[in-house]
């Protein structure tokens, strides 16, 4: 890949697990030796041939279909490629899994094939204390800040092209769900100053939130309040926006986030997912594949596609889900309360 925008180095540090996660498929569970010869095999099954928790067999499928490693049948399920037939079975001319096992030492691997086999999220960056991003974040306001400043820092190019999204929704009062510094919050209260906004977020997290809306001039249009995302959500806002958040969460989760949002939202009112979504058919796109790998090792989520979203809202209640392209392969699906 050539590196010629922001987009493409966002794309760039958001591949960085996904090469992990193939050394561990190859070399620790010799995949593709255990598809050759099955005409077809589905998530689940793949789960129980390698004993790897369903998750992950979704996330490693959809990446595998998007390098060109597998081919994605009309029914979901997957077969070998010509080229993991060719190159990654056993007994092949050209085997080159020996050459992918010469890393599988990586510390990124042996954090890939855990995660595989127990669905739990690997320690951030290889951690030996073994915590993971989640239980740094409450608990060390100095990680909080990193993590947050870093969060600002790709928010910048994409909240712009967010808001322009967002204009015909015709919001007035926006709440920015783990909205972290108020990077989105701000952009889109710049370019809609008929709007307000707040962003709300964990205690370890608020005081850096408030120091970077000051430093964008907007602390007169965007507040911030300490919370629980998953406790109950606080009333007078139309939209509900969730910027890279939901891909960090399981169904379950998302579900509950979803339910407290349609509680909260006036009828008429819009959840708003910001993030890189997976094609409909599960096929790619090579970025989004890429970037589900790293939330799938990292956190309990991975990315998500609109119709797996749309059946999750729509199960609390939120109808009429679209979808709109913003750029860098993000995109928002917009589901709103009857």
């Known amino acids: 890949m050539t590196i010629e925008r922001p987009g493409d180095i966002i794309a760039h540090v958001n591949s960085t697990y996904a090469t992990d996660l193939f050394i561990a498929v190859v070399s620790d569970f010799d995949m593709f030796t255990t598809l050759a010869g099955r005409d077809s095999t589905s998530t689940a099954e793949l789960s129980a041939l390698l004993g790897i928790d369903e998750r992950a067999a979704d996330v490693t499928l959809t990446y595998l279909v998007a390098l060109g490693l597998l081919e994605r049948l009309p029914a979901g399920s997957v077969k070998l490629s010509p080229v993991g037939q060719e190159h990654l079975v056993a007994g092949v001319d050209v085997d080159l ?3 992918a096992a010469m890393v599988a030492d990586r510390p990124g691997v042996r954090d890939a094939v855990t995660v595989l086999r127990t669905g739990r999220p690997a320690p951030w960056e290889s951690a030996s204390d073994g915590e993971d991003w989640i239980t740094r ?75 970077c809306i000051a430093a964008k001039g ?13 406790a109950e959500l606080p009333t007078g806002f139309d939209v509900h926006l969730y910027s890279n958040v939901l ?92």
Request: hydrophobic share 45%; net charge negative.
């Open 97 to 99: 899994r020996y050459y």
């Open 137 to 211: 974040m409450s608990s060390t306001t100095e990680f909080a800040n990193t993590f947050s400043a870093a969060m600002d820092a790709r928010g910048r190019y994409l909240s712009p092209p967010l808001a322009e999204a967002l204009r015909e929704l015709k919001p007035e009062r926006i709440l920015d769900v783990g909205g972290s510094s108020g990077v989105y919050a701000c952009a889109i209260a710049k370019a809609l100053p008929e709007i307000t906004a707040a962003v709300l977020d964990i205690p370890s997290v608020v005081d850096f939130s408030r120091s």
């Open 218 to 230: 907007m602390s007169d249009r965007v507040g911030v309040i300490a919370g629980d995302m998953f």
């Open 247 to 338: 891909h960090d969460w399981g169904v379950d989760d998302i579900e509950r986030l979803a339910a407290a949002s349609f509680a909260a939202l006036p009828s008429g009112g819009v959840l708003v997912d910001h993030d890189m979504h997976i094609d409909d058919d599960k096929t790619g796109s090579l970025r989004a594949a890429e970037f589900s790998v790293r939330m799938m090792l990292i956190t309990a989520g991975k990315c998500y596609s609109t119709p797996e979203l749309a059946e999750i809202f729509q199960r609390v209640g939120f109808a009429e889900v679209t979808t709109t392209p913003t750029t860098a392969g993000y995109s928002i699906v917009v589901a709103r309360k009857p």
